[in-house]
């Protein structure tokens, strides 16, 4: 199972950060991120968090990236201009 969320995060030691505390807490996950590569603000311009294993809690990933300050949501498929 796979799950993709985008995010604000602009910064690497800050998708660092969230990595490893997601790790923590979701040990059993496969987790990488790809940084922003637009330049455009969120969500058009994002970072993405890729999820993979079983089972994902997408609620409960999103709670802890929230909690965080961070913004997120699934991923959509839109056309930003």
């Known amino acids: 199972m796979v799950e993709v969320l985008i995010t604000n995060i602009e ?3 800050q998708a660092k950060r969230t990595i490893k505390l997601l790790k923590s807490e979701f040990d059993h ?4 991120y790809d940084m922003d590569e637009t330049g455009r603000s969120y969500p058009c311009g994002h970072t993405i968090l890729r999820f993979e294993g079983s089972p994902i809690h997408t609620e409960q990933i999103m709670d802890v990236i929230r909690n965080e300050g961070i ?5 959509r498929d839109n056309i930003c201009r």
């Not at 996950?29 to 990488?32: N, P, T, W, Y």
């Not at 913004?71 to 991923?75: A, D, H, R, T, V």
């Open 29 to 32: 996950l496969k987790i990488d």
């Open 71 to 75: 913004l997120c949501e699934l991923i």
């Open 11 to 13: 910064k690497s030691l």
